[in-house]
């Protein structure tokens, strides 16, 4: 059996026990992982200081920038057995891994030495009243050893958008990839190591949140932040456990995201935007649509147009070209989801299409699969349509008015994304102005550029990542005076 190891101070190091790595397409248990306890997170970020109090803690941004690009071609280089690992601890499709995860991973790495190399601080000449004048100017330093806590959805791309600028920053860190999904950042391990990154830059611990190694990581006394992307209750755990020692956090958390479909947006465009947007990697990406409002002069159509391509989905094995959706990542989590579509129907909605377990045949019947769903005929204030489900879902409401329309997506505690759908680009502008979100898009979805701010309101997080944004988090400034 396949074995994946915690990776402290350059070395691959055995857990106090294993758990196993569960593949969810068919349950099959594809490796064992080594868990950290409390002294192996311990040494990992002892490994972490010593390394930025070393050598590299006098690399300049251009060595660190010249590295990351080596690590993104070496990336490159084991691009299938980056996928490999990704679909197995996913059963996300071969295609997505490799168009949009493990792309991505590449992509960070090389954006984000662009953004180091390039990266410049305002200075100001101060003019005082007596004649005198001063130079004020800010140095960059790391923020020093950072934690990294990634989720399951897209564990690759997700712990790649934070090495990046910290790695670039001259940060060393401390990795906790998901339980469900350690395989990728254990692979990374390796690259690290052929790029030639010094030990204890990088390190890896595997285990579980409470009382695991999740929380051991957090809760050190010598970690100098956390950047975290999961959910916002566990998000709020780590806020308590940091704030004795007064640590800043990094926070992407969840959404109940909203998109408004305004009658005259190009249909055909807006079904198939829509359809991804509510279905790709089954649902399971923070971005994803769990809200459609829809003018009531096109909902029927809307209503059409979705079901069919909701059940034009293929459910399959990853490798299979046919197959467009994935299982869910874990028995808990479809029980999460399932709760949610039986609550659905105690809210009184219409199940347009979906609403249960598919029946794939006996090997893949063990693995965690649900159907593309779509209701309707949900209150706002239901269960289903104020909590964020995850899964391959979405509840359409009909609207009358632009306000009306803007009301309802702005009616929720979280505010990570939304999407404008219209064909008059002056409203697009104007309702995606209004949303009460981080990342509006209009007549699109999910359509990235590495330089842009990305990130949450309200119960979907603290601060943004991205290009110069993610320096914000990743650096301490120290601003210097010079009377001249
Ligand atoms: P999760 O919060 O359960 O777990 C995320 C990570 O935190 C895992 O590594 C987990 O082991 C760790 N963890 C759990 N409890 C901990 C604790 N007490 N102390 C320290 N670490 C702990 O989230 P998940 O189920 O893996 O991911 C799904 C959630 O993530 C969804 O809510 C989704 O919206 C959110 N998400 C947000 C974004 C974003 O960019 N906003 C991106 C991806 C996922
Ligand atoms: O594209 C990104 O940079 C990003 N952070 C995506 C997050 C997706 C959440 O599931």
Redesign the pocket.
């Known amino acids: 059996m396949r074995q994946i190891r915690n990776y402290v101070d350059g070395q691959f190091v055995d857990g106090i026990s294993t758990f196993d790595d569960i593949n969810p397409v068919d349950g099959r248990v594809v490796a064992q992982v080594h868990e950290a306890d409390a002294a192996l997170v311990d040494r990992a970020v002892r490994s972490a200081r010593r390394a930025l109090n070393g050598a590299w803690g006098s690399t300049t941004v251009l060595e660190r920038c010249e590295l990351l690009r080596r690590i993104a071609d070496r990336v490159e280089e084991r691009f299938d057995e980056l996928v490999d690992a990704e679909v197995a601890d996913t059963g996300k499709t071969v295609r997505q891994a490799k168009a949009l995860d493990v792309a991505r991973a590449v992509a960070n790495f090389r954006s984000f030495a662009d953004t180091a190399a390039s990266s410049s601080q305002k200075s100001f000449m101060t003019d005082l009243a007596d004649g005198r004048q001063a130079l004020n100017y800010a140095v960059r330093k790391p923020l020093g050893v950072v934690a990294v ?6 564990p690759l791309l ?1 712990l790649t958008w934070k090495l990046g600028p910290a790695l670039a920053s001259g940060n060393t860190v401390v990795v ?4 469900e999904t350690p395989g990728s950042a254990t692979l990374l391990a390796e690259i690290m190591q052929e790029a030639g990154l010094p030990a204890g830059v990088y390190n890896v611990v595997h285990g ?3 009382n695991s190694a ?2 051991f ?2 809760t050190h006394p010598d970690i100098d932040g956390v950047t ?7 998000g709020s ?2 806020m308590r ?1 940091v704030a004795d020692r007064v640590r800043p956090v990094s926070f ?4 109940k995201n909203a998109a408004i479909v305004f009658d005259d947006a190009d249909l055909e465009l807006t079904l198939d935007g829509l359809s991804r947007s509510i279905f790709t990697n089954t649902g399971q990406v ?1 971005l994803c649509t769990e809200r459609v409002y829809v003018q009531r002069g096109i909902y029927d159509k809307v209503v059409e147009g979705l079901v069919s391509r909701a059940q034009a989905q293929r459910l399959g094995k990853p490798d299979d070209p046919d197959t467009t959706m994935g299982p869910l990542i874990s028995a808990a989590h479809r029980r999460k989801v399932l709760g949610y579509f039986e609550a659905a129907k105690e809210a009184g909605a219409e199940v347009l299409t979906g609403g249960g377990i598919p029946s794939l045949g006996a090997e893949l019947d063990a693995g965690f699969w649900v159907e593309p769903t779509l209701w309707a005929g949900l209150d706002q204030q239901s269960t289903p349509v104020r909590e ?1 489900i ?1 899964g391959p879902v979405a509840a359409l409401i009909p609207f009358d008015s632009e306000e009306e329309a803007i009301a309802l997506a702005n009616d929720t505690e979280y505010g ?1 994304a939304a999407a404008v759908w219209t064909t008059d680009i002056t409203r697009g502008h104007r309702v995606a102005q209004r949303m009460n979100v981080g990342i509006a898009w209009v007549n699109t979805w999910f359509l990235r550029d590495l330089r842009s701010p990305f990130g ?1 309101m309200g119960l ?2 603290i601060g943004r990542e991205g290009g110069e944004y993610s320096l914000e988090f990743y650096t301490e400034s120290t601003n210097v005076c010079v009377q001249l």
């Open positions: 806590i990634v989720p399951w959805n897209l997700l906790k990839p998901s339980e579980f949140g409470a999740g929380e990581l957090t975290f992307t999961g959910s916002t209750a566990t755990g780590i456990a992407e958390l969840g959404g923070c964020e995850f990570l949450g979907s997080g």
